[in-house]
């Protein structure tokens, strides 16, 4: 790397870590739907409920099993992502094989963390429990991109959610070294289509959603719940797009989120400093 693009990763970081909340977006009461993959059984009835109501989303993307045998970022489904691209919805990475943190390890002997404890698994996968180095990590990220572009020829956005959204400082700052920034989501934004439906079922969630979702939220769902009976998408994702539209709210990518926007527009800069 030069010592431009050097610099300008180090600016992208230190901005990411406190961003001024700057001029809301086009929308006056946007809110921020995101998606992590999943077994992408109702991933078209998502796509076509998008399409409907005019919403830009965040898609999360790892490698996982999907219903028919395959996987999320097989050739099978490129032409699904490269449509989402086109539609100019938001991409980030979710880990390659969806690790989701358990544990610091620092070194023998020393306080520095240089390993984490992970659990990769998704969907109906047995949880293998691992160490991946930070560089390792790192790695699984920049997998996802590299595949996302091969896919798609458009470059990934600079943010990563881990899975479950479990992380810890070390975590954080080792994706933030190579470029990634976390995004988490909304306490009202966690839209429970991992719940079990005979304990929640689709009308508790939607009510639920419709009642605390604001303004400037950040909300979180799945392309796909392997252990849900009923489906969640589309059956509580339209009324509860309508009922929101309804209230006056928009939905818009997370380039346009106050917290992100400056972020996306400096990972330009990165992309022009690199090809220096």
Same mark, same amino acid.
């Given at each position: 790397?030069?010592?431009?693009?050097?610099?300008?990763? /180090?600016?992208?970081t230190s901005?990411? *870590?406190?961003? &001024?909340? !700057?001029?809301?977006?086009?929308?006056?009461?946007?809110?921020?739907?995101?998606? +992590?993959?999943?077994? *992408?059984?109702?991933?078209?009835?998502?796509?076509?409920? !998008?399409?409907?109501?005019?919403?830009?989303?965040?898609?999360?993307?790892?490698?996982?099993?999907?219903?028919?045998?395959?996987?999320?970022?097989?050739?099978?489904?490129?032409?699904?992502?490269?449509?989402? /691209?086109?539609?100019?919805?938001?991409?980030?990475?979710?880990?390659?094989?969806?690790?989701?943190?358990?544990?610091?390890?620092?070194?023998?002997?020393?306080?520095?963390?240089?390993?984490?404890?992970?659990?990769?698994?998704?969907?109906?996968?047995?949880?293998?429990?691992?160490?991946?180095?930070?560089?390792? %990590?790192?790695?699984?990220?920049?997998?996802?991109?590299?595949?996302?572009?091969?896919?798609?020829?458009?470059? *990934?956005?600079?943010?990563?959610?881990?899975?479950?959204?479990?992380?810890?400082?070390?975590?954080?700052?080792?994706?933030?070294k190579c470029?990634?920034?976390?995004?988490?989501?909304?306490?009202?934004?966690? !839209?429970?289509?991992?719940?079990?439906?005979?304990? %929640?079922?689709?009308?508790?969630?939607?009510?639920r959603a419709?009642?605390?979702?604001? &303004?400037?939220?950040?909300? *979180?769902?799945?392309?796909?719940?392997?252990?849900?009976? +009923?489906?969640?998408?589309?059956?509580?994702?339209?009324?509860?797009?309508?009922?929101?539209?309804?209230?006056?709210?928009?939905?818009?990518?997370?380039?346009?989120?106050?917290? %992100?926007?400056?972020?996306?527009?400096?990972?330009?800069?990165?992309?022009?400093?690199?090809?220096?």
């Amino acid at each position: 790397m030069t010592r431009r693009a050097f610099l300008a990763a /180090a600016l992208v970081t230190s901005l990411a *870590m406190a961003l &001024p909340v !700057l001029a809301a977006p086009p929308c006056a009461k946007p809110v921020f739907l995101s998606f +992590d993959t999943g077994h *992408m059984g109702v991933a078209p009835l998502i796509a076509e409920t !998008l399409q409907r109501f005019d919403a830009r989303a965040t898609f999360f993307l790892a490698n996982e099993p999907t219903k028919s045998g395959g996987w999320t970022l097989d050739e099978a489904w490129a032409p699904w992502w490269r449509e989402r /691209a086109a539609e100019g919805h938001d991409f980030g990475a979710h880990t390659w094989n969806h690790d989701t943190w358990l544990a610091d390890l620092p070194a023998p002997g020393q306080t520095e963390v240089t390993r984490f404890k992970v659990s990769t698994a998704a969907g109906v996968q047995v949880p293998v429990r691992q160490e991946l180095t930070a560089e390792q %990590y790192c790695a699984s990220l920049k997998q996802v991109s590299a595949r996302f572009a091969e896919m798609t020829g458009q470059a *990934m956005g600079p943010i990563f959610r881990a899975p479950g959204g479990k992380t810890s400082p070390a975590l954080l700052a080792a994706a933030q070294k190579c470029g990634y920034v976390h995004v988490g989501w909304s306490a009202a934004g966690f !839209l429970g289509d991992e719940l079990p439906s005979d304990k %929640y079922p689709n009308q508790q969630l939607l009510e639920r959603a419709l009642k605390a979702v604001k &303004p400037g939220d950040i909300l *979180m769902a799945h392309l796909g719940i392997w252990s849900r009976q +009923d489906a969640w998408a589309p059956a509580v994702l339209e009324p509860l797009l309508q009922g929101l539209q309804d209230r006056g709210m928009c939905f818009a990518p997370l380039r346009e989120h106050p917290r %992100y926007r400056v972020l996306f527009k400096m990972a330009g800069v990165l992309k022009e400093a690199q090809r220096d």
